[in-house]
């Protein structure tokens, strides 16, 4: 099993301030995804990154694939409230995609 | 463009009784194609794939089964649930050697 952490499990800031969310593992993949989730919903693609040392930007948003292809992190710039939820990494491997443990994010107006 | 859709959105159902949720992609061919299960605010269980019709993997044992009867089409089921069944259903599919997944909408499954 290819297990991805993610770190922290809960956050919770203020409208305006910066945060980054870690995910963490002793396995390398071909690709990593992060994706957003809203309660009750699918998640959504947001990027995904491919080369080691990749680093992506969506707007406020900053993705970076650790150089050995083992992490990622997800940088987030003067966070909204329309930035609240969970956040989930995931790897692929061949026709698989191992999902990490998530982040719940809130961000209060 | 390509849209899954899962039904039921919701599902409420006794211990014991079957169940068979389905998902449907359009707008695509050949996809691989995925159930999840997700406990509240967590990640993603991946319990079935498939790479083509009738060809189907399991991650992890346990009282469900699934199956694809047609290209773009994949069933979960159970012949009696269990109080553990309960969760968060999510179908997703990708492109075969795809690097992204794309997931419905979800069911909410609530054993009682």
């Known amino acids: 099993t290819q297990l991805l952490e993610q770190s922290p499990q809960f956050l919770s800031i203020q409208e305006g301030e910066n945060l980054t969310v870690y995910c963490n593992s002793s396995s390398v993949f071909s690709s990593l995804q992060w994706y957003r989730q809203e309660p009750g919903e699918g998640p959504v693609l947001l990027v995904t990154v491919v080369t080691g040392g990749e680093v992506k930007k969506l707007k406020r948003l900053t993705f970076q694939f650790g150089d050995a292809r083992k992490d990622s992190s997800l940088h987030i710039t003067a966070a909204q409230p329309g930035d609240t939820g969970l956040y989930l990494c995931?790897?692929?491997?061949?026709?698989?995609?191992?999902f990490g443990t998530g982040t719940s994010l809130t961000v209060i107006p | 463009s390509q849209t899954i859709h899962q039904w039921p959105a919701t599902l409420v159902q006794p211990v014991g009784s079957p169940l068979s949720l389905e998902c449907t992609v359009e707008g695509t061919s050949n996809p691989n194609l995925y159930w999840y299960r997700q406990a509240a605010g967590r990640g993603l269980q991946l319990l079935f794939y498939?790479?083509?019709?009738?060809?189907i993997s399991s991650e992890v044992p346990q009282n469900l089964s699934a199956s694809r009867p047609q290209d773009r089409q994949f069933i979960l089921s159970s012949k009696k649930l269990l109080l553990s069944d309960s969760g968060f259903y999510l179908c997703?599919?990708?492109?075969?050697?795809?690097?992204?997944?794309?997931f419905g909408p979800g069911t909410r499954l609530t054993v009682t």
């Open positions: 498939s790479v083509g019709i009738g060809q």
């Open positions: 997703a599919w990708s492109w075969q050697g795809g690097r992204e997944q794309y």
């Open positions: 995931a790897g692929g491997a061949g026709n698989q995609f191992y």
